[in-house]
């Protein structure tokens, strides 16, 4: 049994989770092709993270997150399974990347957004929703530069998945800045917790505008009820989508592999080659 660990935590809608665990088990078949012991399904609580005792600790030895079995097992805390040193392969986002995440991790790969309005390749953008008749529904540019009805926007309330999300927040913060604006355009903000909670927050009135990555609007699109009360009245610009990381210490050969593996899954949809 190995003593890795995975997740593909950043889509794993219950909706959806069949088709999360399809596509780890392609990856880990793959994987263990090329001698990679990797573990059979990914981890959704922090009671499946393997305990480490004393905490996680950085390469300099300083603790930068607790151990895992001291967390609430039910509950899955992003952050700590990034950090984990028993990581093998999971998704994470640019936002927490940038934010000092990528001095803990090394990166495998990208992920393919061809399949959504709003992808291209290894790039992704948000889509701006607002209720059904507050503002003209438009679709992605093709030139894959932000579309940002200023006049529209200004003044509205603004809710937010996390305060480190590249695709929820930070996107839309830099595009703003490229326009002469600033999140001061809007008159409030405030932080749902999620894509999906941002969604619902708008269609019930809570807030008027909401910044939503493509691929979680396409799963809004298929199981969110509220999806059906908001448009699209913008995007923000395509930047990276959620990278494929692994643990600080995972050794190059094995990154390598998983490179390869991820290279001869090229055709299949969400999978692409690092770089």
């Not at 981890?43 to 005792?53: C, S």
């Not at 299949?268 to 770089?275: D, H, S």
Request: aromatic letters at 6%.
């Amino acid at each position: 049994m190995s003593e890795l660990v995975a997740a593909l935590p950043m889509y794993d809608w219950p909706e959806v989770r069949g088709e999360v665990d399809a596509q780890w088990a392609g990856l880990r078949d793959v994987f263990r092709q090329r001698g990679i012991d990797a573990p059979s399904t990914i981890v959704r609580r922090n009671g499946e993270l393997p305990a480490v005792p004393g905490g996680i600790r950085d390469a300099e030895g300083k603790l930068i997150a607790p151990d895992p079995a001291t967390l609430p097992p039910d509950k899955l805390d992003f952050h700590k399974l990034w950090l984990h040193p028993a990581l093998l392969f999971a998704q994470t986002c640019w936002g927490p990347m940038e934010l000092g995440l990528s001095r803990h991790v090394q990166v495998v790969g990208q992920p393919s957004y061809d399949a959504y309005e709003g992808g291209q390749g290894e790039l992704y953008s948000s889509a701006l929703v607002m209720r059904t008749g507050e503002g003209p529904e438009v679709r992605s540019p093709a030139d894959g530069r932000a579309m940002l009805p200023l006049d529209l926007i200004r003044g509205k309330r603004f809710t937010f998945n996390s305060l480190d999300s590249m695709s929820g927040i930070i996107a839309l913060t830099r595009d703003l800045e490229t326009a002469g604006e600033s999140l001061d355009i809007f008159s409030s903000r405030s932080e749902s917790g999620g894509h999906r909670g941002s969604i619902v927050t708008v269609a019930e009135g809570r807030a008027d505008i909401a910044a939503i990555d493509c691929e979680s609007w396409a799963l809004a699109q298929r199981f969110e009820p509220a999806a059906r009360k908001v448009v699209i009245v913008g995007w923000t610009a395509r930047r990276k989508g959620l990278p494929f990381i692994t643990a600080r210490t995972t050794p190059e050969k094995t990154i390598k592999a998983m490179r390869e593996a991820l290279v001869g899954l090229a055709e299949q949809p969400r999978i692409q080659r690092v770089g």
